[in-house]
């Protein structure tokens, strides 16, 4: 979704158009009579943009959910609770297991799609409320207490 540069309404399919030389990206009304360069479907989502300065580690993953801080090893640690292999755990969710290494060394970050696979296979939650931290809080007490486990090591 991209907002018309001409009315400001959200558009799936944005129009460039060439006016007076410069690109416009309009929506399909606005496009109307116009010269049309080329259109661009958003039916695909368009990555977010990184943020340069971010004091805080996280990443928007939802529209109002972000992912916790420790979800790497949330993720390692539910596993090795059901005693599954990297490997199982990868053939069982349809992904490579060097990501999924990688997600519990805390190296990359799992896409939505994944958080929520790895989610409702390790029955955990690896995504908390952005606007409304408290609500997430009160869930993720007891994780955090035990995370220094892992750090001290
Ligand atoms: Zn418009």
Known sequence: MEDCELCGRPTE??????IENVEMRT???CAKGKKVIRTESYAEPKKAKMQATSARPRQVSDDD???IEDYGFTVRRAREKM???IKVLAE???EKEHL???VEEQKTKPT???TKKLEK???????????????AYTNKVSESATIGDFVGE
């Open 13 to 18: 399919t944005v129009y460039v158009l060439n």
């Open 27 to 29: 929506c399909a009304k």
């Open 65 to 67: 959910k972000v992912l």
């Open 83 to 85: 005693h599954l292999p």
């Open 92 to 94: 069982m969710l349809n």
């Open 100 to 102: 999924l290494v990688r």
């Open 112 to 114: 939505i799609e994944l």
């Open 121 to 135: 296979a390790l029955r955990i939650k690896l995504t908390e409320d952005a606007v409304e931290e408290s609500r």
